[in-house]
């Protein structure tokens, strides 16, 4: 993640991965293409984190939830 929140890709190595999966060395990625490739590596990893944190904020409260009813139920 970068100091601005988000995630954070040197467009250099955006090109080393896509070029690692091309099947064909003379394939080629234009400047403006790797930039919309990295500005959507940015947006998909960004929201993959906050996706994970809502999950286990939820999560959390659920366990919470579950183990506070269960020690009550322990008590009685």
Do not use: P
Not at 13 to 29: A, D, G, S, W, Y
């Amino acid at each position: 993640m970068s100091a601005s929140g988000g995630a954070n890709f040197k467009e250099r190595t955006v090109q080393n991965i896509l070029l690692h999966f091309f099947r064909e060395e003379n394939t080629k990625v234009n400047a403006e293409a790797l930039s919309l490739i990295t500005e959507l590596l940015k947006i998909f990893v960004s929201e993959a984190v906050l996706r994970t944190i809502r999950e286990g904020k939820v999560h959390a409260y659920s366990f919470n939830e579950r183990s506070s009813r269960s020690n009550f139920i322990r008590l009685l």
